[in-house]
């Protein structure tokens, strides 16, 4: 969770939000760490500021305990490559200090639904270094259709599920649909790693 101040005023708001549960908040890394062990939140926002000096391997942690908690960073500094990194180490988004709540609130929702809540142009980077990081692609990419494909390519170049409905002529329901399918085809969970298999069956040209 963020600093004290800024945790406090956050439980308040978030206690008259009927979509959302406060399950728990730590500050210390080993107390967040065993928060996430016994609760398994759906989404754990994390203060980049508090934690500056150990915030990427804290996220590795996080991942490593609960594939199913997203990592939302709250952060007054937003360069590109410290949202990079924090996507390589597995964060699915960040956040800057100074938006308001409604945005926080919409990127809370975002990465709990599986995107990743950053601007393309980071994400991109962020996609094609871990890549180059990435052991051979899981054989079951192989096992995905053609539509499955072009949705995965959507992905890749960082479209919402509306934008790929409305790009391919399709609902967002049927867009969810078929990515519940990739993910277990993939066996992944989250559109940032759908992304990593997006540059290796992107056609070359």
Not at 97 to 104: F, H, K, N, R
């Amino acid at each position: 969770m963020p600093c004290a101040l800024l945790r406090d005023l956050l439980v308040l708001r978030f206690d008259k939000e009927r979509e959302l549960e406060l399950v728990g908040y730590a500050n210390a890394p080993a107390a967040v760490v065993e928060m996430v062990s016994s609760q398994s939140p759906r989404v754990l926002l994390l203060d980049a500021e508090l934690h500056r000096a150990g915030v990427e391997r804290l996220v590795r942690q996080v991942r490593a305990i609960s594939r199913e908690t997203r990592v939302l960073l709250i952060s007054s500094v937003l360069s590109e490559d410290a949202l990079e990194h924090a996507l390589i180490a597995g964060a699915s988004g960040i956040v800057a200090t100074q938006d308001d709540y409604a945005m926080l609130l919409r990127a809370i929702h975002a990465v709990a639904r599986g995107e990743v809540w950053a601007n393309r142009r980071a994400t991109a980077r962020a996609l094609e270094r871990s890549y180059d990081l990435a052991t051979a692609p899981d054989p079951f990419a192989d096992r995905l259709t053609d539509r499955e494909r072009e949705i995965v390519n959507a992905v890749g170049r960082g479209l919402r599920n509306k934008e790929i409905a409305r790009q391919m002529g399709i609902s967002e329901k049927t867009v969810k649909n078929h990515l519940g399918t990739i993910f277990r085809k993939l066996k992944v969970d989250n559109r940032f790693a759908v992304g990593l298999y997006a540059l290796d069956i992107r056609p070359k040209t």
